[in-house]
């Protein structure tokens, strides 16, 4: 099975920014679309963004402008750069396999990695 290990969380003041990694196992970056969820303390898991094999990216709105998803298929990676954070952008960061389903993508395996934490201050 595909193993992912996130990268790139820290503590920073908002404002600032993040550069979130993921490396994945299994040769998926040709073929399968990726995401990156996020959870907050005490709220559900929520798409941040995510990009299709061809390059195709969506976001959730509260981070449009903001946030970057790439990839780099050579390398199995999958990129977040966060810019301009904000205190609500506070949560653990998870990358994924995802499918476009019923008008949305949604996780492909359920199966998560340990996640990445990041934490802006005010």
């Known amino acids: 099975q595909v193993q992912l290990v996130e990268s790139g969380g820290g503590l920073v003041q908002a404002g600032g920014s993040l550069r979130l990694s993921c490396v994945a196992s299994?040769?998926?970056?040709?073929?399968?679309?990726m995401g990156w969820y996020r959870q907050a303390p005490g709220k559900q898991r929520e798409l941040v963004a995510a990009?299709?094999?061809?390059?195709?990216?969506n976001y959730a709105d509260s981070v449009q402008g903001r946030f970057t998803i790439s990839r780099d298929n050579a390398l199995n990676s999958v990129y977040l750069q966060m810019n301009s954070l904000k205190p609500e952008d506070t949560a653990v960061y998870y990358c994924t396999i995802v499918v476009w389903y019923l008008g949305s993508y949604r996780p492909a395996h359920n199966t998560w990695g340990r996640g990445t934490q990041v934490t802006v201050s005010s």
């Open positions: 299994g040769s998926i970056f040709s073929s399968n679309a």
């Open positions: 990009i299709s094999s061809g390059g195709k990216t």
